[in-house]
């Protein structure tokens, strides 16, 4: 069996936990906590196939016992960990098999999400001991691989590789421009069918058309943003694709542009203070009555907007769920409504 552990935007446990039993039939979740979850499966990491996830690790170790104020090194529960670890526990396996394009590592110690200092010596310990059984060389600076060592505030000590082999989205993604596992999470929440009529009219940088084409094949999207800069790269984004139209425009303009009653879904995510700010004190209240006007009986909509309380501008709707979330620390909220 493989042990994983998947890291996941803070909020979504009961999306992530369906869409693993979903997809695994022998699924076994061994922890299930607030922004991560550890699952064991026959399935190999080149077969899952996830989209929900930030990033995947293989489980080496998973330890109960430092829950409690750790007795040696200072009190530190991290340095013990590491110390006991080095020891030679859990699946070793992991340790030693990589594939060729892995030749270098680098250690990444973390107390309850926040980056934490080891004692050094501690550091080139665990890097002796990784490198030993792996002969992987060590480089801080860019690695090929990283291994993991994480105490959770549930209680809970990790020892792990990562799997997801990529930059973090701060640094690859345009400001503003939603991560690629919200924006899926988003689109799957809608319920999207490939004959879906689906619209977003605030698709900024096209995250969400991106994960709706690529991943849920629908055959009609309809995209709108009055920014120049990022209606000008979605432009080249979705060059020569006929079931995208892009419309560099007010949102307030699409019922007479596009229709009313004419729409299945829409996904969006409209500025909403996180990264731009919107100077109208009625925005939601004339963002509802815009979404009503399209939408066709039975079309539901989803949106991503802050968690103040404001969302009772969409009472026209019939409110499905409200999924509170921490996105880039700062608190929002996923509401899922249905035309009726």
């Known amino acids: 069996m493989n042990l994983f552990y998947a890291a996941f935007i803070p909020g979504l446990q009961d999306v992530v936990s369906d869409v693993l039993k979903e997809r695994l039939s022998d699924l076994k979740i ?31 170790d998973v330890a109960e016992k430092f829950h409690t104020k750790a007795r040696g090194h200072g009190g530190n529960i991290l340095n013990e960990y590491i110390n006991t670890v080095t020891e030679g526990i859990g699946n ?21 999400n926040i980056p934490a200092a080891i004692d050094y010596r501690l550091r080139a310990q665990a890097e002796n001991y990784i490198s030993r059984l792996s002969a992987l060389k060590v480089n801080r600076s860019l690695p090929d691989t990283e291994f993991w060592f994480l105490h959770r505030s549930e209680g809970f000590c990790v020892f792990m590789k990562r799997l997801t082999l990529r930059s ?14 919200l924006a899926w999470t988003l689109c799957r929440l809608a319920r999207l069918k490939h004959s879906d009529a689906v619209l977003d009219p605030f698709c900024g940088y096209g995250s969400i058309p991106q994960e709706a084409l690529k991943h849920f094949h629908v055959t009609n999207f309809t995209a709108c943003d009055n920014n120049s800069e990022a ?6 984004r979705f060059k020569n694709n006929k079931i995208f139209s892009l419309h560099k425009r007010d949102y307030c303009e ?11 879904a829409i996904v969006t995510d409209p500025p909403w203070g996180h990264f731009r700010e919107t100077k109208d004190s009625d925005f939601l209240l004339k963002m509802s009555d815009i979404f009503y006007k399209l939408l066709k009986k039975g079309g539901r909509a989803v949106v991503l907007c802050a968690n103040d309380g404001n969302f009772t501008q969409f009472s026209r709707f019939e409110s499905e769920a409200k999924i509170p979330i921490l996105l880039s620390g700062k608190k929002a909220l996923i509401i899922i409504l249905n035309k009726n």
Do not use: M
């Not at 701060?170 to 596992?181: A, N, R, S, W």
């Not at 542009?257 to 299945?264: K, M, P, V």
């Open 231 to 236: 209606v000008s790269y979605t432009q080249s």
């Open 30 to 60: 061994i922890k299930l906590v607030d922004g991560a979850v550890i699952f064991e499966t026959e399935t190999t990491y080149d077969k899952l196939n996830f989209f929900c996830f930030n990033n995947i690790f293989a489980v080496i």
């Open 168 to 181: 973090s989205w701060d640094k690859t993604l345009h400001k503003g421009e939603l991560p690629p596992p």
């Open 254 to 264: 699409l019922p007479a542009l596009i229709g009313e009653n004419s729409i299945d």
């Open 92 to 112: 070793t396996n992991i340790i030693i098999n990589n594939s060729k394009n892995i030749q270098s590592f680098r250690i990444v110690a973390l107390n309850e």
